[in-house]
């Protein structure tokens, strides 16, 4: 049995300009760039016409750090629906990158209070973040085929995408004989989590998985 589901993630960076808003209109319909927009960098143009992407398509704000003002600025006030950057051909941004979650106040107004309720894993428990990436989740693919596909084999997971620093231990969890469609029955959350050194998560799974 293969299973992707859902987790919480957190995203932190540091840099020397902040991208305040970056998204390629993947599901929007394309739209004519607004006037007095900056014209787009030699550089932006290339990349995008070598990745096949109109021009129109891309949002972006360049804020610099320590004063005021906008450095450049295109398509700012087009409501964007984010897409993959990757799938659109950027492959490598270059230098850092300033996430700032700064705009709500406070921040995060969840700390401190009640749980909704018993299932803080689900998509609509996403806290309100300014910073909303991905929904505030990634995935987490679980599995009991072995190699070449064939099951039962060892319990196997993985963070999706993956992220330096984080490792999935699943080798506390034992084979069942539930249907797959059973498969939380036997699942213990919330799993056990350690820092073995600095700079390395481990999560360790518990519970039973399917082995069908």
């Not at 963070?159 to 004989?177: C, F, K, N, Q, Y």
Request: proline residues 12%.
């Amino acid at each position: 049995m293969n299973l992707s589901r859902l987790t919480s993630r957190t995203t932190r960076g540091g840099a020397r300009w902040l991208i305040g808003a970056l998204a390629v209109a993947g599901l929007c319909a394309p739209a004519a760039a607004q006037r007095g927009e900056s014209p787009l960098p030699p550089a932006v143009a290339e990349a995008l016409a070598k990745a096949q992407v109109p021009e129109d398509a891309l949002a972006a704000v360049v804020l610099p750090l320590g004063r005021w003002g906008t450095a450049w600025q295109r398509q700012a006030q087009r409501p964007m629906q984010p897409g993959s950057r990757q799938v659109h051909g950027i492959r490598e941004i270059a230098g850092d990158i300033v996430l700032d979650r700064g705009l709500f106040r406070p921040l995060r107004p969840e700390l401190g209070v009640p749980p909704f309720d018993e299932q803080p894993e689900f998509p609509y428990n996403v806290i309100p973040d300014a910073l909303q990436l991905n929904g505030g989740l990634m995935g987490l693919e679980i599995s009991s085929e072995g190699l070449n596909g064939q099951a039962p084999g060892p319990i196997t997971a993985r963070t999706l995408p993956p992220l330096p620093g984080l490792v999935i231990d699943a080798s506390a969890m034992r084979l069942t004989e539930r249907a797959c469609k059973d498969w939380d029955d036997d699942w213990i959350s919330p799993p056990q989590v350690s820092e073995p050194e600095p700079g390395t998560l481990r999560v360790a799974l518990q519970g039973g998985f399917p082995k069908g």
